[in-house]
């Protein structure tokens, strides 16, 4: 099990380092709706502080744009892991960018039929919404076992893809998610910190 800090904050991201809480970084604020605020030499820093993958964000309205907007990126570290969410825009860039070797993570997924999709692209990294795949799920089924079924489904068709959990609600939402199978889990620093309380 790895945990991914989500964070913009080369504070955060030392001192989860200097515990050795964190197996990589995903450069985003905490409210995934504004931007990382972090200056660029925080980023420069966080990259080379963290030895584990460093999950960058990139959009773009089709797979041009996409591909367009990751060139800007694949420079900034070499550990660097291209972040595109769920769409067939995104499918098509992420195919593109797995035939280059560039790492890709599709975030947002929120079914099995998307999961596998994903993973038939070259995905490295399906990022799991816990509370979509749960919506899309029977009713009668735990709120975490569409996570754990996943996971065995991608690894019953052989895909080499890494399973990520987000949007997780609290410290027992992230116990359940261990208990999962899946492989990481995105994580803020205060989620991380709470964790050891």
Do not use: W
């Not at 029977?138 to 690894?155: D, F, G, V, W």
Request: hydrophobic content about 40%; charged content about 25%; glycine content about 4%.
């Amino acid at each position: 099990m790895e945990f991914f800090l989500k964070s913009c904050s080369l504070y955060e991201v030392k001192k989860a380092v200097e515990y050795d809480l964190i197996d990589g970084v995903s450069l985003i604020s905490e409210n995934e709706h504004e931007p990382c605020i972090a200056t660029d030499n925080d980023k420069t820093a966080i990259a080379t502080c963290v030895k584990g993958p460093l999950f960058l964000s990139v959009s773009g309205d089709n797979s041009d744009e996409i591909l367009e907007n990751t060139r800007k990126r694949l420079g900034f570290a070499p550990n660097v892991v291209i972040k595109i969410k769920v769409s067939l825009e995104g499918l098509k860039a992420c195919k593109t960018l797995n035939q280059n070797d560039i790492s890709v993570c599709i975030d947002e997924v929120k079914s099995f039929a998307q999961a596998v999709l994903c993973a038939k692209n070259g995905a490295d990294y399906i990022c799991l919404n816990s509370k979509k795949l749960s919506e899309n799920s029977p009713s009668n089924e735990r709120e975490y076992q569409p996570i754990s079924e996943c996971s065995t489904l991608l690894k019953h068709y052989k895909f080499q893809t890494t399973v990520i959990v987000d949007r997780l609600i609290n410290n027992v939402a992230v116990d359940e998610a261990v208990k999962t199978g899946a492989d990481a889990i995105f994580i803020t620093y205060e989620e991380l910190i709470n964790l050891m309380k």
